[in-house]
């Protein structure tokens, strides 16, 4: 039913959390993850403006440390047997997810319920609800 997974990770609590289900959906027939990293674009540039790098040099670092922090994540989803695609696109969370998606042709996207950037009083994170509003492919958001 659900044979290829995206699930989309900021490396936060909750998104680790829902790596737990996306292991279990190895038996419901999942083969294969696309885990993906987005790099938020919004306020690099100010970032880049106290730094004493450039915009260009700061994106390089911050990919290198979005595959160190994938590839732990990698090895528990080959332990249970699953072919896993590595992605860090740059961009809005949002966005990349909902393009990676449509690329990849996935059946189901795996979220946490918040991301590293939401406060804890809301609801549901903001990318999380923008998905479920508008995705027009299946979504299991994990609580946190």
Not at 16 to 41: T, Y
Not at 96 to 120: M, P, Q, T, Y
């Amino acid at each position: 039913m659900f044979e290829k997974i995206l699930y989309p990770t900021d490396f936060s609590d909750e998104t680790m959390k829902a790596l737990e289900f996306v292991k279990k959906l190895k038996g419901a027939g999942a083969k294969e993850v696309v885990l993906l990293h987005v790099i938020d674009r919004r306020g690099l540039n100010d970032l880049a403006r106290f730094s004493k790098k450039d915009l260009p040099h700061i994106m390089i670092d911050m990919e290198k440390k979005a595959k160190t922090e994938m590839n732990p994540i990698m090895k528990e989803l080959k332990d249970v047997d699953l072919k896993v695609t590595l992605r860090v696109e740059k961009g809005g969370p949002y966005n990349e997810i909902i393009r990676v998606a449509d690329e990849e042709n996935v059946s189901v996207i795996v979220v946490g319920s918040h991301g590293k950037s939401n406060i804890d009083k809301m609801l549901l994170g903001s990318v999380s609800y923008k998905l479920v509003k508008s995705v027009n492919k299946p979504i299991l958001v994990v609580k946190s």
